[in-house]
Nanobody
């Protein structure tokens, strides 16, 4: 099984930037896809961005297109989310996940991102 650990969250002013990281360990050879989701207080978890692990093909939610960039480092088994031009509505707990054959979906513990106005 794959284990995931997120890092990089914090408090930033509107218009600022943060980079989140998600380090994968365990059966990383089985990973097919990795992604970022977020959950704001009182709201359901929503898709943010994802990347196909082998090809690097990325996809984004409309709300973050042009501001966020998802990338991965295959050698380090690490997923990144570069977040620019942050808005208060981006405030949420950000989770990464990994999809492996089966399919099996694993989630990280989450990292808090707070954007002040």
């Amino acid at each position: 099984q794959v284990q995931l650990v997120e890092s990089g969250g914090g408090l930033v002013q509107a218009g600022g930037s943060l980079r989140l990281s998600c380090a994968a360990s365990g059966r990383t050879f089985s990973m097919l896809d990795m992604g970022w989701y977020r959950q704001a207080p009182g709201k359901e978890r929503e898709f943010v961005a994802a990347i196909t692990w082998s090809s690097g093909s990325a996809r984004y939610a409309d709300s973050v297109k042009g501001r966020f960039t998802v990338s991965r480092d295959n050698a380090k088994n690490t997923l990144y989310l570069q977040m620019n031009s942050l808005k208060p509505e981006d405030t949420a707990i950000y989770y990464c996940n990994a999809v492996s054959g089966g399919p099996m979906i694993v989630w990280g513990q989450g990292t808090q991102v707070t954007v002040s106005s």
